[in-house]
């Protein structure tokens, strides 16, 4: 059985870095597609990008300038790093797995989620 | 763009609900619906329009082409009380609707 969970401090200060991991288990990293989705308290859905192929990377331009993920095939986890935050990235943040056909099909599998605060 | 409608429903058990999706472009037929309760995370109930994950009752069904996507709950249960999400993956990024606030009278 596939899972996925989110780890990391839930407490960042403005303009400093978010630094989240997604720890996979059931399947090798290698053999899938992998994204982060945050929610806003109160709010929807928000994409911020998938990695595929073990290290290619598409990321929502909202945050583009500021994201980096990786993914550690060795240890089967990928990470988000989110530079120079503000409260509007405040946010539960979660990881999922992307089904993947010809086009994207859907986040089959997602953790719990993280909440994560921006604040001094 | 992806916008959903209603934003909210209120409706009783037994109902037939369904929930609208509007595209503002063409999206290859790459839809997903995603019910959300609160507290816990999004799961997937279809994908590609009408296509059922497994494990979902039969009562969901999708439909739709173009840019105008349906969400069909046949006989609503108690259950269903969600948000329900759309969430377009033809072209990145891949945008989800603003959620569909479902309450059973």
């Known amino acids: 059985q596939v899972q996925v969970e989110e780890s990391g401090p839930g407490l960042v200060k403005p303009s400093e870095t978010l630094s989240l991991i997604c720890t996979v288990t059931g399947v090798s990293i290698s053999n899938g597609q992998w994204c982060w989705v945050r929610q806003p308290p109160g709010k929807g859905l928000e994409w911020i990008g998938f990695l595929y192929d073990s290290g290619n990377t598409n990321y929502n331009p909202s945050v583009r300038s500021r994201v980096t993920t990786l993914v550690d095939v060795s240890t089967n986890f990928f990470t988000l790093k989110l530079s120079s935050v503000t409260a509007a990235d405040t946010a539960i943040y979660y990881c999922?797995?992307?089904?993947?056909?010809?086009?994207?099909?859907?986040?089959?599998?997602w953790g719990h989620g993280i909440a994560v605060t921006v604040s001094s | 763009q992806l916008t959903q409608s209603p934003s909210s429903l209120s409706a009783s058990v037994g109902d037939r609900v369904i929930i609208t999706c509007r595209a503002s472009?063409?999206?290859?037929?790459?839809l997903a619906w995603y019910q959300q309760e609160p507290g816990k995370a999004p799961k997937l109930l279809i994908y590609?329009?009408?296509t059922l994950q497994h494990g979902v009752p039969s009562r969901f069904s999708g439909s739709g082409s173009g840019t105008e996507f349906t969400l069909t709950i046949s006989s609503l249960q108690p259950g269903d009380s969600a948000t329900y999400f759309c969430q377009q993956l033809g072209s990145s990024p891949y945008t989800f609707g603003q959620g569909t606030k479902l309450e059973i009278k």
């Open positions: 472009q063409g999206i290859a037929n790459s």
């Open positions: 590609s329009v009408s």
């Open positions: 999922a797995r992307l089904l993947f056909g010809i086009r994207g099909l859907g986040l089959d599998v």
